[in-house]
Every structure is written in C-alpha cells, then in structure tokens.
C-alpha cells in the first residue's frame, strides 16, 4: 500500500524520480567505436576512430563508392551536426540494397557510433533524428496483382 506522508519534509526525503540513464564511452581494444546502422535492405557497420578524416567505404574512398554528391552530403550529416568534421577517421562495410539505402544506413550507423564514442553528442544526434531507424521497407508482391498493389490492365473486349 502506498505511504502516508505528515509533513512536506518527509516527502523531500522520500523516493525521487530516478534519474537519467547515464550513457558511457563503449571502444574496443583498438580504441574504435563500433555501431550497425540500418536502412531499407541495406546493412552498414562502422568503425570510428579519432584521426585526419579518412573514409573508406568497402575498400574504396569515400568519393569512389558514393559518387553522388547527395549521398556524401547524407553521410556527412552526424558529424555536422556533432561539429566533428575532419576530427575522425571512418572504416565502412555495406552491404545490400542500393546506393540511397546505403547511404541512409551509413548515416545511421555513423550516429550511433559517435555516440558510443562520445555519449554526450546523443542528445545533439537524436534531436535531428539521426538515432532512429528508419523503418520503411519494400510492400511485399500480391498474388493476382502486377506489383505489391498495382492490378493489371482491364480490358472490357
């Protein structure tokens, strides 16, 4: 059953609202923070670490593998948004999807492991929804339809 309290000073001293989780630096042995970030089909895992701001993407620089300026500009996001450009160096594994998906998943995975990094940067990354997983996929084919709802064409002759 619940407490009665007889007076305010007893109610300073009793159970508080728990506080804040406390969120800590996570690196493996090698001083790199690890995270997986995903999007539609694609899956990238991302290594961080502090350097001169060399990225590799599956053995390619970044330039190479996304060409596109957009998808670069999307990668880049997070460490915009922390003020940490140039301050770390990224090793990326992608796979599956296309290069949209990738992307996205880079970038997801490239906030979450800045904040293993540095956990203080997580309310500056969830604030612009960089944390969240972008959950929309790919609608599954129906059977007796041309796509997941297109139908085929009529024909009254």
Avoid at 128 to 152: I, W
């Amino acid at each position: 059953m619940a407490e009665t309290l007889s007076s305010l000073s007893e109610l300073a001293t009793s159970t508080a609202a728990p506080e804040a989780p406390v969120y800590e630096k996570k690196v493996d042995k090698y001083g790199r923070a690890y995270a997986t970030g995903k999007r539609k089909d694609a899956v990238a895992r991302v290594w961080i670490k502090p350097g001169t701001g060399k990225t590799t993407v599956n053995g390619r620089t970044l330039e190479v593998y996304f060409a596109r300026p957009v998808l670069r500009m999307i990668i880049g996001q997070p460490l915009v948004v922390a003020n940490r450009v140039g301050q770390y160096d990224l090793m990326i594994s992608v796979a599956g999807g296309g290069l949209s998906g990738q992307a996205g998943a880079v970038r997801h995975g490239l906030a979450k492991a800045l904040t293993n990094f540095e956990p203080e940067l997580r309310s500056a990354l969830k604030k612009e929804g960089f944390l969240t997983r972008d959950s929309r996929v790919v609608e599954r084919k129906k059977y007796g339809k041309r796509k997941a709802r297109r139908s085929f064409q009529f024909s009254k002759r």
